[in-house]
């Protein structure tokens, strides 16, 4: 399958080819290429998205769908995006790099931001004008965060440094998994 849609291409498979001026720049799994800053370029310029697979576990009255990703126990996403979905459907929850704001523990109390995900940073990689922090959050796929270098200096992320991810419902989107 060829497309510029990422998010697409990763509804039906978990490996890629990037082809970059008509030759193979990079291939393998998402979670490896977003390692390497060449393709991390690359996949930005394509509206790199990212995956959660889970179940619906319900809806709320105000609207929000809580998904339950598959391979954790008690860690629930809410995604405003969904609503028409029966609770038991299998999706995936979309994420966009640029959507997920990094903290350093304690998770902030007062804010508007429904995700909360504590989490430890695997990898982060420079490409050129964009980090992505790769996040384990213990959801069987890594949360992944477009940050600048500055954040990471500020924020001290390396390998092993802890963080509390969070996502606003809003910027979440739900598909129904293939």
Sequence with gaps: LVSHDLGDLLAVTDSLALIDRGKLAAHGPLAELVQKPGALDLLHDCGLVFHVPGVIESRDSTGLVHVAP???????IACGDGADLDP???????????????ALPPAPTTLSLSNQLPGTVQHVTQGAGRTLVSIDCGLGVPILAEVTARSVERLGLTPGVQVIAMMKAQALRVRLRS
């Design 88 to 102: 038991g459907t299998p999706v995936d929850v979309r994420m966009r790099p640029e959507d997920v704001i990094l």
């Design 70 to 76: 598959a391979g954790s126990s008690g860690v629930r």
